[in-house]
């Protein structure tokens, strides 16, 4: 895993590896920040417990994929409140890893996140998905509230 030593380390990494492979797939560079945002708020910089997994928007685990039990918290829609829950996490040999796997995520048919405006961003993951990515329901504003924060 690699070790940040700030934000702005951690936020150039994510950031570069995103440019990368949105290049190579020929996607709007503009969902970059994007991305790095979502990244930022999923592992609080890289200092989530799955961080060490080279997972930093904890992604579950796949039949198939490596993976690890950790405790995490999410929303409940029968309850309406969050719950602690035990949930397999996939883990990720590296950072690009990681970054390739999510884009490969977001860009299929449940969510087709890069066939809309970057700016449009936490939409495909909350509203429009047939399989919703987040369970809070006030992920889309922390998307976009974080985002101006990061990026201005």
Avoid: H
Wanted: charge should be positive; hydrophobic fraction near 30%.
């Amino acid at each position: 895993m690699p070790i940040y030593n700030s934000k702005e380390q951690f936020k150039n990494d994510f950031y570069n590896n995103y440019i990368k492979i949105l290049i190579e797939k020929k996607i709007d560079l503009g969902f970059a920040k994007y991305l790095v945002t979502q990244d930022v708020l999923e592992s609080n910089w890289g200092k989530s417990s799955l961080s060490i997994y080279n997972n930093y928007g904890g992604v579950k685990a796949s039949k198939t994929s490596k993976f690890v039990e950790k405790q995490t918290k999410e929303w409940d829609k029968t309850e309406k409140k969050m719950k602690t829950v035990i949930q397999k996490f996939r883990v990720f040999d590296s950072v690009e890893d990681y970054c390739r796997y999510k884009i490969a995520l977001l860009g299929n048919s449940n969510y087709k996140t890069f066939t809309r405006k970057p700016e449009e961003f936490a939409d495909s993951l909350t509203i429009y998905a047939t399989y919703k990515y987040a369970t809070d329901p006030n992920y889309k504003t922390k998307i976009n509230t974080l985002y101006k924060q990061i990026w201005g």
